[in-house]
């Protein structure tokens, strides 16, 4: 028989700056679910990725002076380590810049276009021209541009729009039906009473005053506006509109994890658009709650963001996993501190967890030479209780985690370890082992708790992959059929010969105050410390420096570049060749005074293409902290074509 299938999302995330601890979050959250039912037996697709279009991507990779493929293949390359050090397992990971997704996007705006769900327009909104970009009124900041301060204008541009108000009678009926599809229930609320019963709006699809998009194939200029192609990912990742083999096997998936702000896209946009298409419906969006720094979201620009890898190196990836699920209900908002992981690290791991493992281990070790029990043991008044609160709390674990009640789940665990640490403390090993006539009762003890610790070490498998692993070392296991998720539900499979040994600490201690004096509360990461250049510069070698190659160019021509306030188009003569080369400089020189400057090329730096434009090198430039900038050029008369070294 097949086995049941089980499909699992995260959102795609953008990939516009290195990832932060909230992603994290979501990311962990699926892969404890996903390894979860992997134990279980289930046939599981576990997807995440990225989303990759739009004017913002589009604007960091012209910041950075690279084409918006370049910027997101590096950041991406970061987002894939990221994962592999937090151990997430998932089974595939999209970008929307993959050949696939692009062409299932554009079947998928075809289709509807052509079926009538799609529709041109005008889509009105209020413009920055030196940004380039629509706002509406409330994003307005003082009425001005919320980024750069400057006036904006009404414009209008001409769109296609997805008739999405023609679901909303279908949309409503679909989540009073299925009370189980938006969790937690209060988000289900929230989405009727304040974005469906008052009224939906048609959703804008396309737009032209960007490029960096997956096209319209029907009408040049048009890009596909983000939200269409970001949700379609979850089935173009399966082959939908194409060889669709996993399509079929894997969707509708069980549930899509989102962060509360983008409920609304995946309970009203994305179910309308599977709606038109005459797909089914994901079983289950559950939208979580923020990770908050002082109260406050995270922000790149507040500088609070919190780098998971810096959290990970120092403290391992099983004990942040566990923090994250453990700390906060996954579907409210909770606070982070330094202090609040410390703490759970020192009295939950070390504490519980760690010295149970190692006093058990290292008792089995002392009493029983070898590290083996004898086949003679003797039960006590506990054991029974002992038992029955391990059943109790299997039970409720499963269920928990089945509804992804994550730290509830953790609690359920952790119930069971601080019950085998009182054991311990009524039992009193030590003292049993004063008397030879003793051995068979102390033998029974140390058996109940290394049985007790293999079913902890097997709930804990999802939440801390590496932590389980190290745990049966040392009870003497290994992965197999003492391992297998249905054996916790059966006390007393573990052999009698099993050789318990002594391994490492499996979560030291960590000095609180010495810890949190050098993390510097509230953020691992704080904003780049003000220091002059010098000090922080790395010395490079002279070989290190003659590896850039700089040359005099004389500009012989040079233009706006179209539809792009800060970019330069110039002809620069080097020698005997001419080379095209694209500048952020338009703000600080019109093309015609620039004609004629000798200037310093960068001229071995991989070509690039910028706004259409294969831009053969770079412009040495100066710039100060008020935004001046000038071109760098020969203080006398030099040559185009010579070496500047
Ligand atoms: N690209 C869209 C999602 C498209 S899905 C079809 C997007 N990307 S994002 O990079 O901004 O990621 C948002 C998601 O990251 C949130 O929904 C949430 O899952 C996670 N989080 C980002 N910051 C977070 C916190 N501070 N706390 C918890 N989760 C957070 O939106």
Redesign the pocket.
């Known amino acids: 028989m097949s086995k049941p299938t089980y499909y699992i999302t995260?959102?795609?995330?953008?990939p516009s700056n290195k990832?932060?601890?909230?992603?994290s979050?979501?990311t962990v959250a699926g892969d404890a679910m996903a390894r979860y039912k992997r134990l279980r037996g289930y046939d599981v697709m576990f997807l995440t990725g990225t989303?990759e279009h739009g004017q913002k991507i589009e604007r960091r990779a012209e910041e950075e002076k690279v084409t918006p493929q370049q910027f997101v293949d590096n950041i991406v390359d970061g987002i894939k380590e990221l994962w592999k050090t937090m151990d997430i397992s998932y089974d595939k990971f999209i970008r929307t810049t993959d050949q696939q997704h692009k062409d299932t996007v554009q079947k998928i705006f075809k289709k509807l276009y052509d079926q009538g769900d799609i529709y041109k327009s005008e889509y009105s909104g209020l413009y920055c021209t030196p940004c380039e970009s629509f706002y509406t009124e409330v994003q307005l900041k003082d009425g001005k541009c919320p980024d750069c301060d400057r006036d904006v204008e009404e414009v209008k541009e001409e769109s296609y729009f997805f008739k999405l108000s023609k679901y909303q009678d279908k949309l409503i009926q679909h989540i009073e039906s299925h009370p189980e599809f938006i969790q937690p229930q209060s988000r289900q609320n929230e989405m009727l009473n304040n974005f469906l019963r008052p009224g939906l709006e048609d959703l804008c699809v396309s737009r032209t005053s960007f490029k960096w998009g997956i096209p319209v194939t029907f009408d040049e200029g048009h890009v596909v506006y983000v939200?269409l192609d970001?949700?379609s990912?979850?089935i173009s990742a399966l082959g939908f509109m194409a060889d669709d083999e996993d399509y079929k096997k894997y969707w509708p998936a069980d549930v899509h994890?989102?962060?509360?702000?983008?409920v609304r896209?995946?309970t009203i946009i994305w179910p309308a658009i599977l709606m038109a298409l005459g797909e089914p419906l994901p079983k289950q969006v559950f939208g979580?709650?923020?990770?908050?720094i002082d109260g406050g979201?995270?922000s790149k620009s507040k500088g609070n963001v919190v780098d998971p890898m810096v959290l990970v190196d120092r403290y391992g990836s099983d004990a942040i996993r566990y923090f994250l699920l453990r700390e906060v209900a996954f579907g409210q908002d909770g606070n982070f501190t330094n202090e609040a992981l410390i703490n759970r690290i020192n009295s939950d791991l070390a504490n519980d967890l760690g010295n149970l493992v190692s006093r058990t281990t290292a008792m089995t070790m002392k009493y029983f030479d070898g590290g083996v029990l004898p086949a003679e043991q003797q039960g006590n008044e506990f054991d029974d209780s002992i038992k029955q609160l391990i059943a109790e709390n299997v039970t409720k674990m499963e269920e928990n985690i089945e509804q992804l009640f994550f730290n509830n789940a953790l609690e359920n665990i952790w119930t069971i370890i601080r019950r085998l640490n009182k054991y311990i403390d009524e039992t009193m090993p030590w003292v049993l082992a004063k008397d030879e006539s003793n051995k068979p009762k102390l033998a029974g003890v140390l058996y109940t708790l290394l049985e007790s610790i293999r079913i902890v070490s097997i709930m804990i498998e999802p939440f801390m992959p590496r932590t389980c692993d190290k745990i049966w070392q040392q009870i003497g296991i290994s992965r197999g059929k003492f391992t297998a998720w249905d054996t916790i539900h059966d006390f007393g499979l573990l052999p009698l010969d099993v050789k318990a040994s002594k391994g490492e600490n499996i979560f030291p201690r960590i000095d609180k105050d010495k810890e949190l004096a050098q993390l510097e509360t509230p953020t691992l990461t704080p904003p780049a410390p003000e220091v002059p250049a010098e000090e922080i510069v790395e010395h490079i070698t002279i070989d290190d420096f003659f590896k850039v190659q700089l040359k005099i160019g004389e500009v012989i021509e040079c233009e706006k570049v179209p539809k792009a306030d800060k970019l330069l188009v110039s002809k620069i003569k080097i020698g005997n060749e001419t080379r095209t080369i694209v500048s952020g400089i338009a703000q600080h020189y019109e093309p015609a005074d620039f004609v004629g400057k000798k200037v310093v090329v960068v001229t071995n730096l991989k070509p690039v293409k910028l706004r259409g434009i294969m831009s053969e090198g770079m412009i040495l430039c100066a710039s100060d902290d008020d935004g001046n900038l000038v071109a760098v050029g020969p203080l006398g008369e030099m040559v185009s074509g010579a070496i500047v070294k």
Do not use: C, Q, R, S
């Open positions: 995260t959102p795609i995330y953008y990832l932060h601890i909230g992603h979050y979501t989303d939200w970001a949700l990912n979850y994890l989102v962060g509360k702000e983008i896209f995946h979580h709650g923020w990770l908050v979201k995270m």
